[in-house]
């Protein structure tokens, strides 16, 4: 790692490398373990499926709203991420108990320890960055500490492949706890070079207390979360779409207080982070989709079947997915699974097909009897942080080249150029619809590689860009506060990434479903571009 950064950063680096371990092992085998009926999943169709993955990734990004406020004004940063990672530790290993009570509370624990977490480590390595020597090398040193994420996140498929198919998915769920729990025993390896950084703000005499906050913001939360819930019928789509959107409203609220009740100086570059936070939205509610409408296209859209040289070594890594096939037992309709269950939930009988089958023609069929060998699912899921660890180097050294004469683009650019890029991503989808036939036959792997790669550009550009640009213009006592609020607005985006997959079977024509993405991303980085003089000013005015 580069001797000019600070000596925290390794550290910090590879404490989230082993958090988002964790976290994306968890992610990648979720949809695929609630959808499962064949291995002792939790036969959930896909609709409710998509629902209640939806709502979990909009709830682990809410959570870090409170994470981060106690953070700031009571725990400080290293308490507060250590409280984090053991109860995300815990969750995680709780999805390997079977019940519904268990998992439902499994994903309420990882949700807090998230809050706790999420917020707290991105701040603290931007506190270390607040020294005069290294506050030039901040945006490099979120590209670099992206990276740790993505590392975590391209590893952890393999073993979650390869324990969910040699053992079960407890034992795959349990790893994801442990390499939490490896995440935080790193963090306070490295105590020594950030504690100087976990610095606990004074707040303003226009600032509200943390009880303040919390009854006028968590519990009208909770309030409107639960009529949402109980409301007759449903408004949004689902009883927990109305819960969630209902219950955001307090605390989007609460940022729209915090930015009228600022000083003249603070009010301009909060207002300009919560436009930020705004359109990031939608960046967030395609590129999630990834645990759901692409996951989908992975394991009934795609040819993932391995070739007979390959096969051997795949076998060894745990990565192959064994289909058997019987002639004339697949549908010609889309059909819900269907499943009988005992008290505790568990699956006891399933009428089942494997979905893979239904797309193939009859001339690459397979004997009735034979076993398919294919490539996991979930490792359509390191796709995209591999791209990542390939790419941002690249995109580092760009910068760094366009730095050196002088044209770097501002952060606003970068964030603008995220969300055109991602908006490109979502037309090679297009092309891989259109090239299969609308799903008749098998579409070629490289058409799901070719869409990760163009939205990894986009993601590089916008996601580490707008952590920095929280860092730099966030007032010294909200930093984590603020932080909380680009993680509310990945909250929303991943909530409306579920509403939008949870569509995918309303659409006869996929490549239709991929067109609205476009659309939406299009729209909202033309929005950005016409905000960028006056960010631009900000920053500016917040230098000087």
Same mark, same amino acid.
């Given at each position: 790692?580069?001797?000019?950064?600070? +000596?925290?950063?390794?550290?910090?680096? %590879?404490?989230?490398?082993?958090?988002?371990?964790?976290?994306?092992?968890?992610?990648?085998?979720?949809?695929?373990?609630?959808?499962?009926?064949?291995?002792?999943?939790?036969?959930?169709? +896909?609709?409710?499926?998509?629902?209640?993955?939806?709502?979990?990734?909009?709830?682990?990004?809410?959570?870090?709203?409170?994470?981060?406020?106690?953070?700031?004004?009571?725990?400080?940063?290293?308490?507060?991420?250590?409280?984090?990672?053991?109860?995300?530790?815990?969750?995680?290993?709780?999805?390997?108990?079977?019940?519904?009570?268990?998992?439902?509370?499994?994903?309420?624990?990882?949700?807090?320890?998230?809050?706790?977490?999420?917020?707290?480590?991105?701040?603290?390595?931007?506190?270390?960055?607040?020294?005069?020597?290294?506050?030039?090398?901040?945006?490099?040193?979120?590209?670099?500490?992206?990276?740790?994420?993505?590392?975590?996140?391209?590893?952890?498929?393999?073993?979650?492949?390869?324990?969910?198919?040699?053992?079960?998915?407890?034992?795959?769920?349990?790893?994801?706890?442990?390499?939490? =729990?490896?995440?935080?025993?790193?963090?306070?390896?490295?105590?020594?070079?950030?504690?100087?950084?976990?610095?606990?703000?004074?707040?303003?005499?226009?600032?509200?207390?943390?009880?303040?906050?919390?009854?006028?913001?968590?519990?009208?939360?909770?309030?409107?979360?639960?009529?949402?819930?109980?409301?007759?019928?449903?408004?949004?789509?689902?009883?927990?779409?109305? *819960? %969630?959107?209902?219950?955001?409203?307090?605390?989007?609220?609460?940022?729209?207080?915090?930015?009228?009740?600022?000083?003249?100086?603070?009010?301009?570059?909060?207002?300009?982070?919560?436009?930020?936070?705004?359109? *990031?939205?939608?960046? &967030? *509610?395609? =590129?999630?989709?990834?645990?759901?409408? !692409?996951?989908?296209?992975?394991?009934?859209?795609?040819?993932?079947?391995?070739?007979?040289?390959?096969?051997?070594?795949?076998?060894?890594?745990?990565?192959?997915?064994?289909?058997?096939?019987?002639?004339?037992?697949?549908?010609?309709?889309?059909?819900? =699974?269907?499943?009988?269950?005992?008290?505790?939930?568990?699956?006891?009988?399933? &009428?089942?097909?494997?979905?893979?089958?239904?797309?193939?023609?009859?001339?690459?069929?397979?004997?009735?009897?034979?076993?398919?060998?294919?490539?996991?699912?979930?490792?359509?899921?390191?796709?995209?942080?591999?791209?990542?660890?390939?790419?941002?180097?690249?995109?580092?050294?760009?910068?760094?080249?366009?730095?050196?004469?002088?044209?770097?683009?501002?952060?606003? &650019? +970068?964030?603008? %150029?995220?969300?055109?890029?991602?908006?490109?991503?979502?037309?090679?989808?297009?092309? *891989?619809?259109?090239?299969?036939?609308?799903?008749?036959?098998?579409?070629?792997?490289?058409?799901?590689?070719?869409?990760?790669?163009?939205?990894?550009?986009?993601?590089?550009?916008?996601?580490?860009?707008?952590?920095?640009?929280?860092?730099?213009?966030?007032?010294?006592?909200?930093?984590?506060?603020?932080?909380?609020?680009?993680?509310?607005?990945?909250?929303?985006?991943?909530? !409306?990434?579920?509403?939008?997959?949870?569509?995918?079977?309303?659409?006869?024509?996929?490549?239709?479903? =991929?067109?609205?993405?476009?659309?939406?991303?299009?729209?909202?980085?033309?929005?950005?571009?016409?905000?960028?003089?006056?960010?631009?000013?900000?920053?500016?005015?917040?230098?000087?």
């Amino acid at each position: 790692m580069n001797k000019k950064h600070p +000596k925290a950063l390794p550290y910090l680096f %590879f404490s989230e490398m082993w958090e988002r371990f964790g976290f994306y092992l968890m992610l990648g085998i979720f949809f695929l373990y609630m959808t499962d009926t064949q291995q002792g999943g939790m036969g959930m169709d +896909k609709k409710q499926a998509s629902d209640v993955f939806g709502t979990f990734i909009a709830l682990v990004y809410l959570t870090p709203f409170i994470g981060g406020l106690l953070a700031d004004r009571v725990l400080g940063y290293r308490v507060s991420i250590t409280i984090g990672g053991i109860l995300m530790g815990i969750g995680y290993c709780g999805l390997a108990i079977p019940g519904m009570t268990a998992f439902y509370s499994s994903l309420i624990i990882i949700c807090i320890g998230n809050g706790f977490f999420k917020p707290n480590i991105s701040t603290i390595l931007g506190n270390v960055y607040n020294d005069e020597k290294y506050k030039g090398l901040k945006d490099s040193g979120y590209n670099i500490f992206y990276m740790g994420i993505n590392i975590g996140a391209f590893i952890c498929n393999f073993f979650g492949s390869y324990l969910r198919n040699t053992f079960s998915w407890g034992a795959a769920f349990t790893a994801a706890g442990i390499g939490m =729990f490896l995440g935080v025993i790193i963090f306070w390896m490295g105590n020594k070079h950030f504690k100087h950084a976990d610095v606990v703000k004074p707040a303003k005499p226009e600032d509200m207390s943390v009880a303040r906050i919390f009854s006028v913001t968590l519990i009208p939360m909770l309030v409107a979360g639960y009529i949402g819930w109980i409301i007759p019928g449903n408004i949004f789509g689902s009883d927990s779409t109305d *819960a %969630f959107i209902l219950g955001a409203i307090p605390v989007a609220g609460y940022y729209v207080n915090i930015m009228l009740r600022s000083d003249a100086a603070d009010k301009k570059s909060i207002a300009a982070l919560l436009s930020v936070f705004a359109v *990031a939205i939608v960046f &967030w *509610a395609i =590129f999630k989709q990834n645990g759901t409408a !692409l996951t989908t296209w992975a394991e009934s859209y795609t040819d993932r079947e391995i070739s007979p040289s390959l096969y051997a070594p795949a076998k060894s890594l745990g990565v192959v997915q064994e289909l058997s096939y019987t002639k004339d037992s697949v549908p010609m309709i889309d059909e819900q =699974f269907r499943v009988a269950r005992d008290k505790e939930g568990r699956i006891i009988k399933s &009428w089942d097909y494997p979905s893979y089958f239904k797309n193939v023609t009859a001339s690459q069929l397979p004997a009735s009897g034979e076993t398919v060998k294919l490539v996991s699912t979930e490792l359509g899921q390191s796709i995209n942080p591999f791209w990542v660890i390939v790419l941002t180097p690249l995109v580092v050294g760009f910068f760094a080249f366009l730095k050196k004469r002088n044209k770097e683009p501002g952060t606003p &650019w +970068k964030i603008f %150029f995220g969300l055109f890029i991602t908006a490109l991503s979502t037309l090679v989808m297009v092309g *891989a619809t259109y090239a299969c036939h609308n799903g008749l036959e098998k579409s070629s792997m490289l058409w799901l590689i070719g869409a990760y790669g163009v939205i990894t550009v986009g993601e590089l550009f916008l996601s580490p860009m707008a952590l920095s640009l929280v860092s730099k213009l966030a007032p010294p006592r909200l930093t984590a506060v603020m932080m909380g609020g680009w993680f509310l607005s990945t909250s929303i985006g991943n909530k !409306l990434s579920g509403v939008l997959a949870s569509m995918w079977d309303g659409y006869e024509h996929k490549a239709n479903f =991929f067109w609205v993405n476009f659309v939406l991303a299009l729209v909202t980085s033309a929005i950005i571009l016409l905000m960028i003089k006056w960010l631009n000013s900000i920053i500016k005015e917040h230098r000087a």
